[in-house]
């Protein structure tokens, strides 16, 4: 089994962004993702995507160029790019959690979200210990 590419960014959400436009995103990317065999978690709260992209790196890399000129967000920035055994969301081209219901704030959310907007300059270790530990212990992901 070669390597599994790991890519993590946090970018502003689009002011007018709606549930709608989130759907839209989910629909094309999930059928996009499991044609390029791409692995991931998209997560909006207060105003952020932070995403989870896992794959060939070409194939990731070349889908964050794409998000990149996605209007629906802006300020994209990089906080993962690494390499790791295994998947962390095997078996879904996009998982999603919509982090703004109240049911789904737990601590490990605001926590995970916390370490990604934080100052500290390396936080990437942290980060993927946050995202399994996440992955651990979130509720029913869609």
Known sequence: MSA?????YISDAAMDISYTDIRDILEVSRRKN?????????????GFFLQLLEGEEKNVKALLNK???????????????TTGDQ????GW???????DISSNSTQDLIDLFD?????????????MLM???????????K
């Open 4 to 8: 599994i590419f790991h890519l993590v």
């Open 67 to 81: 998000i990149r000129l996605d209007e629906r967000n802006s300020a994209l920035r990089v906080l993962i790019e």
């Open 93 to 99: 081209s996009m998982a999603f959690m919509d982090g």
């Open 87 to 90: 998947r962390l969301f095997e």
């Open 115 to 127: 370490a990604c907007l934080g100052a500290e300059t390396d936080r990437r270790d942290l980060i």
């Open 34 to 46: 499991a044609l390029d065999n791409i692995t991931g978690l998209l997560i909006y709260r207060d």
């Open 131 to 141: 995202l399994k530990k996440f992955r651990a212990s979130a509720p029913e992901l």
